[in-house]
């Protein structure tokens, strides 16, 4: 099995990497600027300059990427932002794929891809969320944490490994459709704080629950691990919150979650407690269609 990305990797990219620097010479800069520039130590450019270029790349490819390094060398001359390079390489790459010289490549790399009617493969982006959608998904994460912050109290509920605050679009369907912040949500003195960013695909215990659970019930979106605590339950009863108890989640994850879905006990519950193994710490977990659920449960449970 031969993929496209693999052409790009190996040949693509390097070509346009050479045709650039041989641009940026040619417009008077210095070894070491594009050196620089291209972040490579100098003796790579020089092994770069060594080469002629009508006897590297593919004949079928070469045309796009000579007018391309032109393209990048009056942005990278003119000190345009790195995103806006990127975005055009990308672009480019993108265009040559879908039914360009790039698909020809491919298919002489795997002959079968030919036996593929209407082939899709590098145009099938329609099932990958907007830039928009998760833009707004990891604002949304940012939101939620900050008013997270201003509960006092809050910090009491956060396990000593830390808690995780996950989040999806209607669409999710695997993990990389599923941000959350690396490293969690910790708890510093009296105060809750975050290690980093929110990123996609980083948290791969709660995003699976999160998964797992919007399966069976499409409009979860949020999922919140807390730490687990003696009067938890006392509070979800008195405030007719649904929930279900687990025991080694940790360990047996697939099975427990299986059983609990054969047992059709999984219907309107929003919050999991599990009692961990032993060397683990016990941790709850908060389901929610929206981020004011889970900040409801959070006043509740403070």
């Known amino acids: 099995m031969r993929f496209p990305c693999e052409f790009i990797a190996s040949s693509f990219l390097p070509n346009l990497r050479i045709r650039v620097a041989h641009e940026l010479r040619d417009r008077g800069m210095s070894q070491n600027n594009i050196a620089e520039i291209l972040g490579v130590k100098q003796p790579v450019i020089v092994s770069y300059l060594q ?8 004949k079928r490819v070469n045309p796009h990427l000579e007018s391309l390094s032109t393209i990048i060398s009056d942005m990278l001359n003119s000190k345009e932002s790195l995103e806006f390079v990127m975005r055009t390489i990308c672009t480019k790459c993108k265009s040559l794929r879908v039914s360009g010289p790039i698909c020809s490549v ?28 998760r833009s707004e998904i990891i604002q949304n994460l940012n939101d939620a944490l900050e008013e997270m912050k201003r509960n006092e109290n809050i910090y009491q509920w956060i396990p000593e490994i830390g ?3 996950a989040h999806c679009g209607t669409d999710a369907k695997d993990l990389d459709d599923v941000a959350s912040f690396p490293g ?3 708890k510093v003195k009296d105060q809750i704080t975050n290690v980093s960013s929110p990123e996609f695909g980083c948290s791969k215990t709660s995003s699976l629950l999160l998964l797992w659970m919007k ?7 949020w999922i919140l691990s807390l730490k687990t605590k003696e009067e938890l339950k006392k509070i979800l009863q008195t405030n007719k919150i649904k929930y279900i108890e687990t025991e080694h989640l940790d360990l047996e994850k697939n099975q427990i979650l299986s ?6 006990r999984i219907i309107d519950i929003r919050v999991l407690i599990d009692k961990a193994s032993p060397g683990f710490e016990s941790i709850s977990y908060i389901f929610a269609k929206e981020k004011k659920n889970i900040l409801d449960i959070i006043a509740i449970l403070l």
């Open 259 to 264: 059983d609990i879905e054969k047992g059709n």
């Open 106 to 133: 491919h298919k002489q790399m795997l002959p079968e891809i030919k036996d593929i009617k209407n082939c899709s493969i590098c145009s099938g982006f329609d099932t990958i969320p907007s830039l928009t959608t």
């Open 215 to 221: 399966k069976n019930n499409p409009d979860i979106q």
């Open 163 to 165: 808690a995780q605050l």
């Open 51 to 58: 080469k002629k270029l009508n006897e590297i790349g593919d």
């Open 184 to 186: 969690r949500i910790i």
